[in-house]
């Protein structure tokens, strides 16, 4: 994640901080940092007054850590958000700074997660959390008034999406960062906020299934596909849920290693139906592309356009995107500003 916010630096510096500060806030929140350390973290990263008002009382929090007492009132809120129970905000009396708003944002996400897990018959983390019981999990359905037996599926959306009215959800710390768990309780739900990841369906009490499916899902998501549906991967979604991102398989990691373009002709090289055609989808000379196609066979290893070659190419290519951090939170928003542009010869 740091060589992420490296790289997004040299090309964006905004997009490098907006990253830097999803990142901040989600280390927090996987730690288990409570309100305090959420306004800190708030606090620091903006320069001002960090302040959370939860069900009538009001913390504060100073740059250097230190509680904050005196009338909020009189001090103006330039970026704010509010639920029906609670309310967060910075504390300035000029404009606003370039990153308030994102601050702000995820020091939401994550007092909205604190209050989920105080109340957890309105939060539905622990409801698709694979580490609790299933007895737990029964014992949170009939809270809701959800038989263990109905059919559900979850769905995977950005921490930042707007909830869907008629469903519950929650955010939820996973591997790649916060994101929102929605419960479909009647398969009716038409329009979700896109991208979106949709699990399988299944008994209620296995809601963890659907949310670790509706994870992979939302992983695929791209400008093309910005709506994934877990039960159309088949037996590649048995795949992806073995993969250990932490520990790729060299076939991951020579498509990792690849550059832009190389990346862009082998991709081709697959999907198309010979090397001639390709070239031509690639706006290539024939030969310079075939001379690429045996240079990625020694890179890979394998031949990339033999029928084994094929399913490697695919496997590793669907891991690839289980690994690379630059598709959590954010990232996964604006994926459709990443698309690659085809190669030509002059670039070559």
Request: overall charge neutral; charged content about 30%.
């Amino acid at each position: 994640m740091h060589q992420l916010v490296g790289r997004l630096n040299s090309l964006d510096p905004q997009a490098g901080e907006t990253l830097r500060i999803v990142s901040y806030f989600d280390v927090l929140i996987t730690r288990g940092a409570g309100l305090d350390g959420l306004l800190r973290g708030a606090a620091v990263l903006s320069g001002t007054v960090a302040g959370a008002e939860i069900r009538g009382r009001v913390t504060r929090r100073d740059p250097d850590g230190h509680p904050v007492t005196g009338d909020v009132d009189r001090r103006r809120h330039s970026t704010r958000r509010s639920h029906a129970d609670w309310a967060v905000w910075l504390e300035r009396d000029g404009k606003p700074e370039p990153d308030d708003e994102m601050i702000v944002e995820r020091l939401a996400l994550g007092v909205e997660l604190l209050d989920a897990r105080r109340s957890p018959e309105r939060g539905l983390d622990a409801v698709v959390d694979q580490a609790r019981s299933v007895a737990e999990r029964t014992a949170l359905l009939a809270k809701r008034r959800i038989d263990p037996a109905t059919p559900v599926r979850v769905l995977a959306t950005a921490a930042d999406a707007p909830e869907i009215s008629e469903a519950p959800s929650a955010i939820v710390p996973t591997r790649y960062g916060l994101l929102r768990a929605t419960l479909d309780l009647s398969g009716t739900i038409r329009r979700p906020p896109e991208p979106v990841g949709f699990g399988t369906r299944v008994r209620a009490d296995r809601a963890p299934e659907s949310w670790e499916a509706a994870i992979v899902a939302l992983r695929l998501t791209d400008a093309s596909a910005p709506a994934v549906d877990a039960a159309d991967l088949g037996a590649m979604l048995l795949l992806a849920q073995t993969y250990d991102p932490e520990h790729p398989h060299e076939d991951v990691r020579a498509l990792a290693r690849l550059d832009r373009r190389s990346a862009d002709v082998l991709r081709t090289l697959v999907e198309a139906d010979s090397v001639r055609s390709a070239a031509a989808e690639l706006g290539m000379h024939h030969s310079t592309v075939q001379a690429r196609h045996e240079a990625l066979t020694h890179t890979l290893g394998y031949d990339p356009r033999s029928n084994v070659g094929r399913m490697r190419y695919i496997a590793a290519a669907l891991l690839l995107r289980l690994t690379d951090p630059a598709r959590s939170g954010q990232a996964v928003r604006s994926s459709g500003a990443l698309r690659r542009p085809r190669t030509t010869d002059s670039e070559l």
